[in-house]
């Protein structure tokens, strides 16, 4: 199945809320938005980047099961901060490797993109979308 499967980060002690996106043309505009990502300068992206554990609203994970920009596996957005897990290598000769990247989305246009979607489709209630317009 082509999609993308997203986890809202917003409960401590619960499931987080997940959905997935099948529509080809918001997979590609959510990913063409990742893609596109300008890089933060002077970041060593040999390992994942862990922000401080906090509790509230961390933003999304976005996991890619789609052949569109397959070499974006999956990437944590929260804000202006991207991190990003690529597919670097060939996958069909078995010498694939993944390698990390931050970007920066300086309007939060990742973000409030996926927002939309949980707010258009009802995902959460509207206390909950307050909580998370509060935190950020």
């Known amino acids: 199945m082509k999609s993308l499967k997203v986890e809202l980060l917003v409960f401590s002690g619960r499931p987080n809320p997940t959905f997935v996106v099948t529509d080809p043309a918001q997979i590609k505009e959510i990913l063409a938005l990742a893609k596109n ?3 933060k300068k002077g970041v060593d992206t040999s390992e994942t980047v862990q922000p401080e554990p906090k509790l509230g609203y961390q933003g999304f994970i976005v996991t890619n099961n789609s052949d569109i920009s397959s070499d974006i596996k999956s990437f944590e957005v929260h804000g202006s901060d991207v991190h990003l ?3 670097s290598g060939s996958k069909q000769a078995g010498k694939s490797t993944v390698v990390h990247a931050e970007g920066i989305d300086p309007g939060a246009t990742l973000e409030n993109k996926l927002l939309s979607h949980v707010k258009d489709n009802g995902l959460v209630d509207e206390k909950v979308l307050e909580f998370i317009e509060n935190s950020k």
Do not use: G, N, T
């Open 37 to 39: 990502l300008p890089q």
């Open 85 to 87: 897990a690529l597919v």
